[in-house]
């Protein structure tokens, strides 16, 4: 199936008539009848009922109809947006659920208050997650912890971050990793780079921590420390908009571990409108240098 047949499709639905869809579409009639039968045999099923001089859609010809004039329809809008450089269509964008939670409410409503003919649509996920989306072309772009070492993607900075570390209340204070020796470790997926953060800070000394436990969500991750069952580090921005942050401890962490930028990455080879807008606007927004 492809557009060509589509569109004779919907021309020969609207005039009733392969001669007159031909002469619509600049093509022999010979050559509308073997495409049209081409895409019945592929759908399995008659898409018009065959009469002496006429043909009429079939009940599942009707139904198909529908689905061909949005598909042209979204094609057409799709050349439209490419073609005239401007934000436009759907943008699937990626982000940690840090930054979703601390960063994106205020610049996704200006987004869209700028950009109307753009639907946007979020998903959120590990670093490695939204990176991998965004390598295999599902993703237009993302938000996520650097660095980005994929030779398809290009990045700049979007946001600084400074990273916390947290124990329960009771928790004597943490000045390096042999204070917490042995804890439990509360933190994302594997595929988390904040976890990596994590677990490195104990390498970096030479101390072995304790369990790593795999958390849903940051709201589950602040109730597992202040109940003191273990520690956990995320970027303070999240930290302080979790309700109940006043019972756990804040502990402080050397630059090297607590100083990390956020990166809006996309594809080298995709740097659509909506991507180039949305760069933009966090510039603007945030004040932040940006380099490709």
């Not at 198909?64 to 964008?93: K, N, V």
């Not at 993607?153 to 600084?160: D, R, T």
């Not at 990390?260 to 760069?279: G, H, I, Q, S």
Request: glycine share 6%; aromatic share 6%.
């Amino acid at each position: 199936m492809d557009l060509t047949q589509l569109k004779m499709f919907c021309a020969v639905a609207d005039s009733g008539s392969v001669v007159r869809a031909a002469e619509q579409l600049n093509r022999v009639p010979s050559n509308l009848t073997t495409r049209l039968r081409q895409l019945e045999e592929e759908l399995g099923t008659d898409l018009f009922i065959r009469e002496k001089q006429r043909l009429r859609l079939s009940p599942m010809g009707h139904n198909f109809l529908c689905y061909a004039q949005r598909i042209l329809a979204l094609s057409a809008e799709a050349m439209a947006m490419a073609h005239s450089g401007e934000p436009a269509g759907h943008f699937a964008l990626g982000s940690m659920e840090s930054t979703a939670a601390s960063r994106l409410p205020s610049l996704l409503a200006e987004f869209h208050q700028r950009y109307k003919n753009v639907t946007l649509s979020l998903t959120t996920g590990t670093s490695g997650e939204i990176l991998e989306q965004v390598r295999a072309g599902t993703l237009a772009a993302a938000l996520s912890d650097g660095p980005v070492n994929m030779d398809e993607l290009n990045s700049c900075v979007a946001f600084s971050e400074r990273m916390v570390l947290i124990s329960s209340l009771e928790h004597p204070p943490i000045a390096g990793p042999a204070d917490a020796a042995g804890a439990t470790l509360f933190t994302f997926r594997p595929s988390c780079s904040y976890r990596q953060r994590f677990e490195n800070w104990f390498l970096a000394d030479g101390v072995q921590h304790g369990p790593v436990m795999d958390i849903p969500s940051y709201h589950a991750m602040l109730a597992c420390v202040a109940s003191g069952g273990g520690i956990a580090m995320l970027p303070e921005g999240v930290l302080t908009l979790l309700p109940g942050h006043e019972r756990v401890r804040q502990h402080p962490l050397s630059a090297e571990f607590r100083d990390t930028d956020t990166r809006l990455v996309w594809r080298r080879d995709a740097f659509t409108p909506n991507v180039e807008a949305l760069k933009y606007l966090i510039i603007e927004q945030f004040d932040n240098k940006s380099s490709e």
